[in-house]
Structure formats: structure tokens, C-alpha cells
């Protein structure tokens, strides 16, 4: 097998692992780990020869883009405060304790290399954290904090990461100059992605065409990135301030066809990206066992007391952080996602699992120092790297869904059917006010009048049929079921018409360009 059959093994795999995730109750991201590590040990697998500094460039801007679509800015604004306590605070105070508890253990460890090595392990995996909470239908809020704590903790962790490389290579580290890059970086991140943002969005408007859009907006991630790191920003914060603006300017209510197409395309990159991490998580570990050397039993003991720290840090941090959240909240006059019982913090602490961010950084870590040294104790930081991986990654993911069952945390469907209902009398209300506003204009038919104010009802009663009362529900009922069976033989009559067409694809003398186009012009007919 060579490096090609094995990239196209993990996108099978990738697109698999979606199936049978649901089936078995797994997350997907811990399949794909899963099952890297099985083709890792395979003697008929080679080694993955991926160059470290392209991991994160290739893999987290169009991660971070994807899961930045399931968001929005308001609610990134609405829920800063718990944001900066996990995705600033706690990646601090785990850098911090990981680094003390690896410079005891681990004989000869510089801090500089303590410090790296905390940096690395601290950010928990955005990509794994949504994946795990979209399947296990937990609260919409504990999602929100989830997100938010995935997307900007990589920022933080990345930059304390660069800061301690620098250190541990060239030997020489000042506070003043490391808050002075940690701002840099942060100002300059923030300028590339709403300066792209704004370019994007204007180049979008001139290209009108939704293929052409979608396809710009798979450049726009990796430009974010690359361009930012160039001008020594962080590639992270630029990829999802660009995100956040296209998301919040780009939305037109009207594109149909444009969102339909956009929001497929992006579904399916993120499943096989996401496949191909975390593949690459399960691959890299044969390589990491062929450092021990037979050191073997020494570097699982420091691995377990990384681990340790690592998971205890932050359930120690969650607990009074959430109390205070919390205690907070109720001071508030707006709404912020905070969780609501200890059930809902225990969930929020064995979600933090560890991944693409943590892989590559660890891979990235140089062979020699500026004295032409080897880094100080490298392999071994790298197998601690990956034993964290592994035991946050695997073992929690597996678990995970296990304790949200036992711990009863689910979603709260009764206020997300409120909302639907509330969004559906609002779509409703405002079809008839735009109805009202062109008889005033326009003079309609008493028969098309009637016909067009019965269709805003029913805008709203289709998304709820909860807005209206038994009787009106009844009699709205009879008209779904007539409606249906209409749509159904107008699908017929359609797909008819494309068989028909299609058919005409492979008589001679006949343009495919042609067909294709009248089966276009069908197919949105039948979206329609």
C-alpha cells in the first residue's frame, strides 16, 4: 500500500465512520483514531509522511471555517465570559501545571520544554468537542460553550507554544517580549481576517455565480492562515475572525440556491478533513512507539502523571468557574450559556479531549536547537504528547456517551420548540404583512388574494402546527394530507420528465451540455 491508497483507506473510512458512529453510539473523530491506529500496525501499511509544519496549515483552516458556519458572532459576544475562563484562563493554568509536574517527573526536562510540552496538551479539540456533543443531543447551551471554548482556546495554546519553542531553542526568554507577541499576534490575526473578510465578501458579490462562491470561500480559510502567519499573527484567530465576518455579511435571505449548495459542500469537506485528522492521530502513533527504545514502562509512568494532571487541572478549574459563571448570570439581563448543575459541568469536563491541534504541534516540534543541540528530550515529549492524545481522545469519547446517559444531561426540546413555534408566527406574520403591503399597490384577484393569504398561514403552520388551535389544526391537517398527495404526483410527473430527459443523453447527435442544462432547470423545479 502506498501513501495515496492510504490517503483514499481514510477518506473510505472518513465517510464510514458516520454510519456506523450512529449505529455503535461513537463519535466519528474516535473511529477514525480508532481505526488508524489498526492500519498503524499493519505490516503491509506505510509509515504517513506528512511534513509537520503542514498539519495545522492544511487541516484546521478549513476545520475551524466549518465549524464557525454553526455559530455566530452575537453568540460569541453573549458568552465572553465563559469563553475567556475556559479558552484563555484554563489553557494558562494547564500550561502552568503540566509544565511543573513534567519538569519533577521527567529528569533533565528544561522549563522552556515543560512549558511547550503544557502548551500543546492544553487546547481541547474543537473538531472532536462539537463532533461529540452534535451526536449526543446535549444542550444547545453546553454545545455553545463547547464551540466557543474549541475555536479560541488553539489561539492561546498555539502562541504560549511558539513562545516556549523560541525559548527552548535559542535559550533566552522575556515576559516583556512574550506579552509583546502574544498582542502582536492577537492585533495582527484580527486585522487579516476582517481585511480578507471584507475582500471576500465584495469578490463574492461580483462572482453572483453560487459554484464560484462556494469555491472561493475553500481559499478564503487557508489565505486567513497563511497570510497571518506570514505577517507573525496567529493563523487560528485570522481564520475565525474572517469566518465570523463572512457569516454575519454574506447571508442573503434570498440565495436559495447559493446557502443549498454552500452548506452541502462544506458538510462534506468537513467529514472527510475530519476523517483524514483524526486517521493521521491514530497512523502517527507507530511512529511514536518506535522512540521509547525500551523505555517503554519509564515513559507510560510520566505519560500516566501528564494525564493525570492534564484531566484533574481541569475539572478542578470547571467547578468553581462554573459556580462563579453562573452566580454571575443571574446578574445579568441577557442571556449567556453557562451550565446549569454539576451534572452539566462533570459532562463539560470529560468532553475535553485533545487532537489535530495537539498532533501537530507535537510533530512540529524542531530536532535541534540554534546551537546545533538535539531539543532537549523530544521524544519523550512527544510520547507524552500522544499518550494524552490517546487516553482524552479514545477513552473519554468512548465514555462519553455512557455518562451523558447516566447523568441524564439532554437537550431542552421544549424551548427549542418554542423558538421553532416563535420563528414560525414570526415568517408567518411577516408573508402577510409583505402580502398586505402589494394589495395596497397592486390590485389581486378576491380568489388570488384568498389563495395567497391561506399560503402565509400555512409558511407558519407547516414549520409548527402548534401555532394554531385544534379545530383550525384539523381542518389544516386535510389540507397537508391533499397537499401531499398533489407534491406527490407532481414528483412523479418530474422525475418522469428527468428520466426522460437523461435518456436523451446517449442518443446520437444529442449535446450532453444541453441535457444537462435542461436537467438543471429541473432539478430546481423540483426544490422548488
Not at 535559542?170 to 476582517?194: I, K
Not at 485528522?277 to 514502562?297: C, K, M, P, Q, S
Request: glycine fraction near 8%; hydrophobic fraction near 55%.
Amino acid at each position: 500500500m502506498d501513501q495515496l491508497a492510504l490517503l483514499f483507506a481514510l477518506l473510505f473510512g472518513a465517510v464510514v465512520s458516520v454510519p456506523l458512529g450512529r449505529r455503535l453510539g461513537l463519535p466519528p473523530p474516535v473511529l477514525m483514531t480508532l481505526a488508524g491506529i489498526v492500519l498503524a500496525f499493519l505490516p503491509f501499511v506505510p509509515n504517513i509522511e506528512v511534513p509537520p509544519d503542514l498539519i495545522l496549515p492544511l487541516l484546521l483552516p478549513p476545520l475551524l471555517y466549518a465549524a464557525v458556519q454553526r455559530t455566530s458572532w452575537r453568540q460569541f459576544a453573549a458568552n465572553a465570559r465563559p469563553i475567556l475562563l475556559l479558552a484563555v484562563a484554563l489553557v494558562f493554568v494547564t500550561t502552568a501545571a503540566v509544565a511543573a509536574a513534567a519538569h519533577a517527573v521527567v529528569p533533565g526536562l528544561p522549563v522552556a520544554a515543560a512549558v511547550a510540552l503544557g502548551a500543546l496538551v492544553a487546547p481541547p479539540d474543537p473538531v472532536a468537542a462539537t463532533a461529540v456533543a452534535g451526536s449526543l443531543g446535549l444542550p444547545r447551551r453546553l454545545v455553545s460553550i463547547m464551540e466557543g471554548e474549541g475555536l479560541f482556546n488553539d489561539v492561546t495554546a498555539i502562541v504560549l507554544y511558539h513562545v516556549a519553542i523560541a525559548a527552548a531553542v535559542s535559550g533566552e526568554f522575556s515576559v516583556g517580549r512574550a506579552a509583546g507577541e502574544l498582542v502582536l499576534s492577537a492585533v495582527v490575526a484580527v486585522a487579516v481576517g476582517l481585511a480578507l473578510g471584507w475582500v471576500s465578501n465584495k469578490v463574492m458579490g461580483l462572482l453572483g455565480d453560487p459554484t464560484l462562491q462556494t469555491g472561493l470561500t475553500v481559499m478564503v480559510p487557508f489565505a486567513a492562515y497563511v497570510l497571518a502567519e506570514e505577517l507573525l499573527g496567529s493563523g487560528v484567530l485570522a481564520v475565525l475572525t474572517c469566518a465570523l465576518y463572512l457569516a454575519e455579511h454574506t447571508a442573503d435571505a434570498d440565495d436559495v440556491m447559493g446557502r443549498l449548495a454552500g452548506n452541502t459542500f462544506w458538510e462534506i469537506l468537513d467529514t472527510l478533513i475530519t476523517g483524514i485528522a483524526f486517521g493521521l492521530i491514530g497512523l502517527e502513533l507507530h511512529n511514536v512507539f518506535g522512540t521509547a527504545e525500551g523505555r517503554l514502562g519509564e515513559l507510560i509512568g510520566w505519560s500516566a502523571v501528564v494525564v493525570a494532571v492534564v484531566v484533574g487541572v481541569r475539572l478542578l478549574w470547571l467547578l468553581p468557574a462554573a459556580w462563579l459563571a453562573k452566580r454571575l448570570h443571574r446578574k445579568r439581563d441577557y442571556d449567556e450559556d453557562v451550565p446549569t448543575s454539576w451534572r452539566e459541568t462533570v459532562v463539560l469536563w470529560w468532553a475535553g479531549m485533545r487532537g489535530v491541534a495537539s498532533v501537530a504541534l507535537a510533530l512540529a516540534i524542531p530536532l535541534t536547537t540554534d546551537a546545533g543541540d538535539d531539543f532537549p528530550k523530544r521524544g519523550e515529549i512527544v510520547f507524552i504528547a500522544f499518550a494524552v492524545i490517546m487516553v482524552t481522545l479514545v477513552c473519554q469519547g468512548i465514555s462519553l456517551p455512557w455518562l451523558v446517559k447516566r447523568l441524564g444531561v439532554r437537550a431542552d426540546t421544549g424551548a427549542e420548540r418554542e423558538l421553532e413555534r416563535s420563528l414560525a408566527l414570526r415568517a408567518a406574520k411577516a408573508a402577510k404583512r409583505r402580502l398586505k403591503e402589494i394589495e395596497e399597490t397592486e390590485e389581486l384577484p378576491e380568489e388570488a388574494g384568498e389563495r395567497l393569504l391561506r399560503g402565509a398561514f400555512d409558511i407558519g403552520a407547516r414549520i409548527s402546527p402548534d401555532i394554531v388551535d385544534d379545530e383550525r389544526r384539523e381542518w389544516f391537517a386535510k389540507r397537508v394530507e391533499r397537499y401531499a398527495t398533489v407534491r406527490r404526483i407532481q414528483r412523479e410527473m418530474l422525475s418522469a420528465a428527468r428520466h426522460e430527459v437523461l435518456s436523451a443523453r446517449s442518443e446520437p447527435g444529442v449535446d450532453p451540455e444541453v441535457v444537462d442544462r435542461v436537467l438543471h432547470h429541473l432539478d430546481v423545479r423540483s426544490l422548488r
